[in-house]
């Protein structure tokens, strides 16, 4: 017959091992560090080139970079992705909730519409508008199949190169508005929509509080390009002879023939314009994500107080050490 052990009390529990010998050694990563040497040696090479190479003209492009000539340019560049981004997105909303109905109509137009605009260069789409007078002479508007008229004008009037441009920029941007819009509503699961209509909720509401916050998560990545991306688009304009940022540097570079450093220039400003873009993506894109995470992340200012906070506290600790 076999003998039963005791139960464990407090007085014969096991010791506690003592892990205060142990030493804790960090993880090494020596690949990481050879990976980081090399593209710091790299990234030092391009700067080193470019501040002493001086083909780069440092000095003509800070003479340029605030000309008021190249400001204008920059102005009108911000007036044409501003107007055409807003413009561009709302009939992009409209052609997405198009595209989503169930009218077969609504929705052959919608797709025809992207179709036909995703499908053309948009440098012919610009050409197209501007020469719109060659097609017709007069604008009208008016009932339709009849010879009652309430507003006429020449096209050539009406389609100036500002027109031109915005017109040909904006209908280029709702094509693909569109379907990123559409994408972003899809996204959504489609028992929320279901739960919501059991719970009474109109129609309205459900797609105002309940879809498009959390659409916009799938939105704004894509939507933040698509603003870049027209921002450089806009420089295609110049075909139009519209005074834009990258045309006015063209005209300023065939009269000093300094091409280099001024298409610097231009380079400079879209790098300004697509940063500060990105800054406004990153917050906005960090607002629309709480629902989607527990604990928002913490942004650069947050990260650098932390870091700032954490290391600068513990030095006099270290040091009364």
Partial sequence: MSAIAPPA????APPTPDYSEYKLVPARHPWRWVGTVLVAAGVAAIAWSLVTNPRWEWGVVAQWFTAQSVVNGLVETLKLTAISGVLGFVLGFVLALMRLSA???????SWTFSWIFRS?????????WYNLGYL???????IPFTDVRFFEAQTTTLISQFAAAVLGLTLNQAAYSAEII?????????????????????AWQRNTRIVLPQAMRAI?????????????????????????????VQVIYNRTQQ???????????????????SVFQYYIERHFSKGAV????LTPLQKARKFFATHVAASPTKDAR
């Fill in 182 to 202: 559409r994408g972003g509503i899809l996204s959504v699961d489609q028992g929320q929509l279901e739960a919501a209509s059991a719970l009474g909720i109109p």
């Fill in 9 to 12: 009390t407090a007085d014969t």
């Fill in 294 to 297: 527990r604990n928002l992340p």
């Fill in 136 to 142: 017709y002479e007069k604008i009208s508007l008016g």
């Fill in 120 to 128: 053309t260069p948009l440098l012919v789409q610009l050409l197209l």
């Fill in 220 to 248: 704004l990545p894509n939507a933040f390009n698509e603003i870049i991306g027209l921002v450089k688009g806009t420089s295609i304009v110049y075909v139009l002879a519209y005074s834009e940022l990258f045309y006015t």
């Fill in 103 to 109: 009218s077969p109509l609504l929705v052959s137009v």
């Fill in 259 to 277: 091409v280099l450093p001024l298409l610097l220039v231009a380079t400079l400003w879209y790098v300004v314009i697509t940063s500060v873009l």
